[in-house]
Nanobody, 125 residues
Framework: QVQLVESGGGSVQAGGSLRLSCTAS????????MGWFRQAPGKEREGVAA???????SYADSVQGRFTISRDAAKNTLYLQMNSLKSEDTAMYYC???????????????????WGQGTQVTVSS
């Protein structure tokens, strides 16, 4: 009954910006955490940013100061604004959600129960 659908990916030059969107089925605030993960070729999936039901956000060191996670409850939508993009940001980006609070780190895959299919971001140098 929970479905996540990402959009907004594409190809940009280094230094450019993109905004990713994730539309979630059901009531937005039924999720305790929502987050963005990414996986580049040959690398493990890593947490990029997350936000909890109270609005507290967390970021990976590699994107701190460049990316911003936000939400719009009325639209059941999660966003990731990505600025000053670098070639190393190239990856498939996934939206994730968790119904309940967990003891695991908010940027750990283990925290999340539901996943979208991903949207590709390619940054050229």
């Amino acid at each position: 009954q929970v479905q996540l659908v990402e959009s907004g990916g594409g190809s940009v030059q280094a230094g450019g910006s993109l905004r990713l969107s994730c539309t979630a089925s059901g009531y937005f605030y039924s999720m305790y955490y929502m987050g963005w993960f990414r996986q580049a070729p040959g690398k493990e999936r890593e947490g990029v940013a997350a936000i909890d039901r109270d609005g507290s956000s967390s970021y990976a060191d590699s994107v701190q100061g460049r990316f911003t996670i936000s939400r719009d409850a009325a639209k059941n939508t999660l966003y990731l604004q990505m600025n000053s993009l670098k070639s190393e940001d190239t990856a498939m980006y996934y939206c994730a959600a968790a119904r309940r609070r967990a003891m695991t780190w908010v940027l750990s895959e283990r925290t999340y129960n539901y996943w979208g299919q991903g949207t590709q971001v390619t940054v050229s140098s």
